[in-house]
């Protein structure tokens, strides 16, 4: 048996760690599917876009809250979640796979006096955004002419006292003006989630 020289054994092992890295490093179908689950669930094969279950709380993640500041205090929380596999896919490729759904709920705060200071929290619900992350299919084909879809996402609106029906009827007029500032960085202000960062 012929001995394997030592820059060939030393070549095999230095391929064998880049196998590591890139396995390590790539999504897994299980986070595939997940994600996709989630997808499915609130998108119809129209277009439609649907609110999540209402149990997102305890089975999605929350990537951050936002602070809506008002005179004395906040007037709004605004509390942002996405459904399993979406935090990972974005640590392991720095954006938002197809398929990932954002949703954006808003409540009303009020202020008090705490031991710890004046405090706003959140009071009641108002209503809910949802942003449906999809590049590859719909914004070319599938659901071509639908008004919801554009720019890589479905937008739509859902006041709290209607979670069946959205109110936005084209997202270019309703929602894509609050996120032009955004556009770098895929239409999210991601800067409020430090969860997608690496750790």
């Known amino acids: 048996m012929k001995a394997i020289s030592p820059i060939a054994g030393a070549i095999a092992l230095i391929l064998l760690a880049m196998g ?3 396995y390590s490093n790539a999504p897994s179908h ?3 599917d997940k994600v996709q689950a989630a997808f499915d669930s609130v998108v119809d094969e129209t277009g439609k876009i649907s609110l999540p279950a209402e149990d997102y709380r ?3 993640h ?3 809250s936002w602070s809506i500041a008002g005179s004395e205090g906040a007037e709004g929380i605004h509390n942002v979640y996405t459904q399993p596999g979406v935090i990972e896919a974005f640590q392991n490729t720095g954006k938002f796979p197809d398929g990932a759904v954002l949703l954006k709920e808003l409540l009303s705060a009020k202020t008090g006096d ?5 405090v706003s929290y ?3 619900l108002q209503g809910f955004f949802v942003m449906v992350k999809d590049e590859n299919k719909r914004n070319r084909s599938e659901f071509k002419g639908n008004k919801l879809w554009g720019d890589g996402w479905g937008w739509a609106y859902f006041d709290a006292t209607d979670r069946e029906n959205s109110t ?3 997202y270019k007029m309703e ?3 609050c996120h032009v500032p955004a556009r770098k960085t895929d239409w999210v202000f991601t800067e409020a989630y430090p969860v997608l960062l690496k750790k």
């Open 20 to 22: 590591l890295i890139l």
């Open 114 to 118: 705490y031991s710890t200071g004046t």
């Open 168 to 170: 936005t009827a084209n």
């Open 175 to 177: 929602c894509k003006g």
């Open 30 to 32: 299980a986070v595939d």
């Open 62 to 64: 929350l990537l951050g």
């Open 58 to 60: 305890s089975n999605w």
């Open 122 to 124: 959140a009071d009641e």
